[in-house]
């Protein structure tokens, strides 16, 4: 008996109808290897991302674009040859209590550094300190469960608000800093608070002269709470520098 033998085109228009269909999952899958090589070369050349979370001293109140903190810190850093950007998140009339509250959205989880710096508008409307500790301890907290680094910036009361209010708010910010693996900077406005030639004309916002005071005295410690990442950036430029100077 004859066995039966379906058309020999009709196996091989089959045959190739599926060889042709694998053709997509075969090239991604020899593609996956260099895929994954360009996505960690790129990894290598994504800048560090601070955040600088505030308030008006942040945002950069009554200055000219481009002369706020946070985009004058860049700047100072990538003069230092480190690859960085610095987010401007500072929000003019900001709390404690609206930072934590936009906290999220604001600072993302991919940030690798964060500065906060608020408080300043809670001593000037008189909240009561028990209230800009619980925010701020809220923030650090989080911040600090990321897994992100922390540059803790302190502020200090004004003198008008009377000697028990500011030593009740005065105490907040070392506290914290000693409860939390932050970075402390006690005063953001260190040699800048009440230098007629460092201020606007309201007396409480730096002009840009004050500005880039503030930087340069903050630079060395933001360079410090990097670590690693700032001395790897640093000996991956000086590697380019003397490989192009050998050749």
């Known amino acids: ?146 897994g992100q680094k922390v540059v803790f910036a302190g502020m200090l009361a004004p003198p008008n608000m009377g000697e028990d209010y500011a030593g009740a708010f005065n105490a907040i910010y070392p506290a914290l800093a000693k409860k939390y693996p932050v970075t402390f900077y006690p005063f953001f406005l260190e040699g800048v608070a009440a230098q007629p030639g460092l201020n606007q004309a309201d007396g409480m916002h730096p002009n840009e002269e004050g500005v880039d005071k503030i930087v340069a005295a903050m630079k060395p410690m933001i360079e410090t709470a990097l670590g690693a990442k700032a001395a790897g950036e640093t000996q991956s430029k000086d590697a380019g520098t003397n490989g192009t100077a050998s050749n």
Request: aromatic share 6%.
């Open 1 to 146: 008996m004859q066995r039966f033998q379906p058309p020999r085109g009709r196996w091989t228009a089959i045959l190739t109808a599926l060889s042709w269909s694998l053709v997509p999952w075969l090239l991604v899958a020899l593609a996956a290897p260099a895929i994954a090589q360009a996505a960690a070369a790129g990894s290598k050349d994504d800048p560090i991302e601070i955040v600088a979370f505030g308030d008006s001293l942040t945002q950069g109140y009554g200055v000219a674009p481009g002369k706020a903190f946070p985009e004058r810190l860049q700047a100072a850093l990538r003069a230092d040859g480190l690859n960085v950007s610095v987010d401007n998140a500072g929000v003019s009339g900001d709390t404690t209590t609206g930072g934590l509250s936009r906290l999220n959205w604001s600072v993302p989880a991919s940030a690798d550094l964060v500065i906060v710096e608020l408080g300043a508008n809670d001593a000037l409307r008189g909240i009561s300190p028990e209230i800009t500790r619980n925010n701020l301890d809220a923030i650090l907290k989080r911040l600090t469960e990321r």
